[in-house]
Every structure is written in C-alpha cells, then in structure tokens.
C-alpha cells in the first residue's frame, strides 16, 4: 500500500511502448493482498518471485520465534526465500528474447547485482541511505553494491547530493528523477465516494486535518503529531485529526490516544486503497516523519489542493515545499513549532490563499508527462 507501489504503477503506464516491451517481477506473492496486482497494465507481463505458500509459512514461523527451534527454522527459511526469489529471477530473464537492461526499483536485489550479467542496470533510491541503514558498515556495503549498477537513481536532489557526498565514486552514475504523478488519476478519485461506507461519509462532513502514512513511529514519529495535535486542541481548534494507513505501531499509537483523552478527536481509519477522497475534503494535510526520500504523500495532497505542514526531515519535504515557501517546514520532533504552524495556517485565511496559489504552481513539476521523458531518455542513453 506505500507510495513506491503507486509511483511504479504510474512509471509502467506512461513508459512508451512503440520503445519498451516491460516485464516485470514481483518478489512476494502475497494473494488476497496484492492490491495493485488489477492495476499493473494489461500489456505488461509480470511474475512472482517467492510463492505465497513459502511466505505464508515463514510468517507463521516469525511469529513463534522467541522459541530457539521455531527462531532457527526463521533464519532458514528467510535464506531460503531469497534464494528462491534470485533462482525465479535468472529464469525469468534467461527466458526474455533480448532484454537489454534491469531495472531494480527498490534496490532490493543490490546484494546480487553483480550476478546478473549482459544487462544495463538501474536502480532507484527511494529513501536517504544514512537513515534507513543506520550503522557505518551496512552504509558502506551498501555503496559497494551501488556502484555494481550503471545508473543510480534518486528521486529529489537533496537525496542525490547525499548520494554523492557519502559515495563520491558513484558522482558520475547518480540523477535524479522525480516521481511521475497522474494528475487526472489523483484528482478522479478525489471525487469519488462509491466506495465509501455511511459511517466514512459521514466522517467527510466533518472539519478535520489529515495525516497518510504507515502506523510507523520509528519513521513517521505519530507520538510528535499526536502532542502537537493535543496542543491544538487546548489552543481550541474544532477540526478532528483523521490518520489513513496501518503498520506495527498501531497499538502503541492507539494507547496515546487514549493517553492524551483524544478518543473522540482522533481517528484511525486504517489501509484505504483511495486515500485521495480523505485528503480532498480534509482542510490541511499534515506528516511527521523522521526521515523519507521523496514523500510521495506530500505531492499527492499538493495535487488534490492541500495545504501540507511537514517535519524537515531529511530528505523531501524541504525540496517539496521549495524551502517553505508553498507550505510548512517544522523541526523534526518539535511538538510546539508543528501545532504553532498548524493553527496559525487554519486561523489565517489569507496566508492559505497565498499558499494555495504557490501549490497549484509548485505540482506541476511532477507531472507524469514530463517525468517519463527523463525515464525515457535514461534508459536510451545506456542502450544506444
């Protein structure tokens, strides 16, 4: 459900097919949960690496690993899926007439990329590396592996900078190409209520602000949202905080709430597949994460009219929101500057007029047209 899936859909529709025939492997089959399965385009041949059956059984594994035997049998299987995964993988492309260059879109087969060989090699960078990899060594590692591909995509020019800082031999191989948006897609179902259930439409009447991201505090740091919005409550604000998505964290930001006596204000209203209806009718969009690579979330809302207060995480959210101009830029962590900009936003009608104005300029640099002509012209250079 995060937005590297609906950034991948968008890059598999509007990559031109009088060039590229595109084959596509999944790494798990998760069956009923393949939610965007229905979406991958009709001319676009794909496969699942790992069965459903294996990955269904390690889960039910990891869930008894506090025993020795069960926490072996874990360590096992999750070699063994990736073996599985890589075997389906070289099959899969031996059995490709032609294949000139692998794309690996969530650098999830850095560890064997030097395996693979005759191909051109891309790989995207969705999130800051120091962040995400956190100690020294497994940053390092990583870097080696980078530089086994040919291109080395990062998707907003603060995660490039960081990039060639942290691996200066990669300087030549790094670009950076934004995330590619259907507008007409986006805003299509912004309108759309027919899935919605009487209880859901009638939380749309409300006023409410509105956060979409994984139940995830390690990165999203809900605690810091949920103390900014209880801030803004004893300050008076009426608008409820609506919070769309689900992950680990659930609990623990279920027992805030009720810590802070926000039961009635706050609701979580877990994985929806459109969340653009939510944030259309919201009066702000508000996220506070830790770190990100290019918040796809932020634009989305942008693109649906939203006014967006986001921490100033690394990395995003500054480049997004051109330095704050068109939106606003909190400390990460700080639960005092995040619900001060939040209400003086919703009590300055003029300063959202303004913000409104510089938005609907700002989003057109991520349109998907313009995008996937630098996709285009990426993977032409590699292959001429």
Known sequence: MGGLERILIEVLKNMDRSKYKIHLFIEDDCGKENVF???????????????????????KVKQKKKNIIYKLIYNIMMVYEKKIAFKNLKKGILEINGAEAIIDFDAG?????????????????????????????????????????????????????????????????????????????????????????????????????????????????????????????????????????????????????????????????????????????????????????????????????KIVVSSDCPTGPREILLDGECGGLVKVGDVEDFSNQIYEILSNSDKRKNLELLIEKRVKDFEASKIVVEIDTLIENLTR
């Not at 041949?45 to 889960?59: A, D, G, H, V, W």
């Not at 530089?147 to 691996?167: S, W």
């Open 109 to 305: 087969l850095s560890k064997n990329i030097n395996k693979i060989k005759d191909l051109k090699k891309i790989v995207w960078i969705h999130n800051s590396v120091p962040k995400l990899k956190k100690k020294r060594g497994k940053i390092e590692r990583f870097g080696k592996r980078l530089g086994n591909y040919d291109k080395v995509v990062a998707i907003c020019d603060d995660m490039k900078e960081e990039l060639i800082k942290i691996y200066p031999f990669l300087k030549e191989k790094v670009v950076r190409i934004y995330n590619p948006f259907n507008f007409d897609r986006i805003l299509s179902l912004a309108e759309s209520k027919k899935e919605l259930t009487k209880e859901e439409l009638q939380f749309l009447e409300d006023d409410y602000m509105i956060s979409v991201a994984r139940l995830d505090n390690i990165q999203k740091d809900f605690p810091t949202l949920m103390k900014a919005y209880k801030s803004l409550k004893d300050k008076g604000i009426k608008e409820k905080l609506y919070i769309v998505g689900h992950g680990p964290s659930k609990e623990d930001i279920s027992s805030l709430i009720n810590e802070l006596n926000l039961e009635e204000d706050v609701k979580l209203l877990g994985m929806k597949k459109n969340p653009y209806v939510w944030m259309k009718n919201s009066k702000l969009f508000v996220h506070s994460s830790k770190y990100e690579g290019l918040p796809t979330v932020l634009i989305e809302a942008m693109i649906c009219g």
């Open 37 to 59: 399965e229905k979406d991958i385009p009709k001319d676009v041949e794909y496969k699942f690496l790992k069965p459903e059956k294996i990955i269904r059984f390690t889960e």
